[in-house]
C-alpha cells in the first residue's frame, strides 16, 4: 500500500512539475511575441527564456504553431471579457468592459493583427474576434434606435464596429498615449454622435 502512495505521489509531482515547464515556455514565448515578430523569435530563445532546452519545447509544443496555439489559449483564458456587470446594461459601462478587455489583450491582439497574413495560425482567433466584435457592438447598440431599415442599421453597425475597434484603442492609447479614461471618454464622443448621449 506504501508503494502504490509513493509511486502516486511521484507521477502528481512529475505532472505538476511538468504543467509549470509547460506554462514557463508559454509565458516566454509571450513576452517574447511582445517585443519581436514571431519570424525573428527561435526555438532556442523561447528555451532559455524558460531555462530548458530546444528539444524540450519541440517535445511539448511541435513547433512555433503548437507554441502559437497555447499562447491564443493563455490569451482567452486571462482576457477580461467584453462585458459590464450583470444587470448593467449601459453603454457607458459596456464601453468601460471593452476597453478592460482591450487593456488585458489588446497589444498582443494588435501584434498579431500585424502578422496574420504570414502565419496560417493567428487567422482562426482573428477572424473570431472580429465576428465577435461586430456581434457584441449589435446586441449592446445596434438597438437602440428605431424606426431604422434592415440596411442603415447594418451601416449604422458597421460604424460603431469603427468606433470601437482595437485599432481606435491602439490609435488613442498607444499612438497618442491618452490614459484609459480619455479613451473612454473619445469613444463615447464617438458613439454619441450617432446614438445620443449614453448612460
Known sequence: MQVVKKRAYRQTARAASAESLRQRVVAGF??????????????????????TTRQTVIR?????????????????????PRVSMPGDVSGRAALKA?????EAAGDMVVRFLAQEERHAALRPLLAQGRREHRAW????????????????????????????DIYTWKLL???????????LNSIIGIISKELGDLA
Not at 509571450?30 to 514571431?38: A, G, N
Not at 492609447?173 to 479613451?183: A, I, L, N, T
Request: aromatic share 6%.
Open 137 to 164: 457592438v449589435a446586441e449592446r447598440f445596434g438597438s437602440m434606435q428605431s424606426g431604422m431599415s434592415d440596411l442603415e442599421r447594418e451601416r449604422q453597425v458597421t460604424r460603431l464596429v469603427i468606433a470601437t
Open 173 to 183: 492609447r498607444r499612438d497618442f498615449g491618452k490614459s484609459q479614461h480619455e479613451v
Open 60 to 80: 511539448l509544443f511541435g513547433g512555433k504553431d503548437g507554441l502559437l496555439e497555447a499562447v491564443i489559449a493563455l490569451i482567452r483564458k486571462e482576457a477580461v
Open 98 to 102: 471593452l476597453i478592460a478587455h482591450y
Open 30 to 51: 509571450h513576452d517574447l511575441l511582445l517585443k519581436r515578430w514571431i519570424d525573428e523569435i527561435t526555438l532556442d530563445e523561447v528555451a532559455s527564456s524558460a531555462a
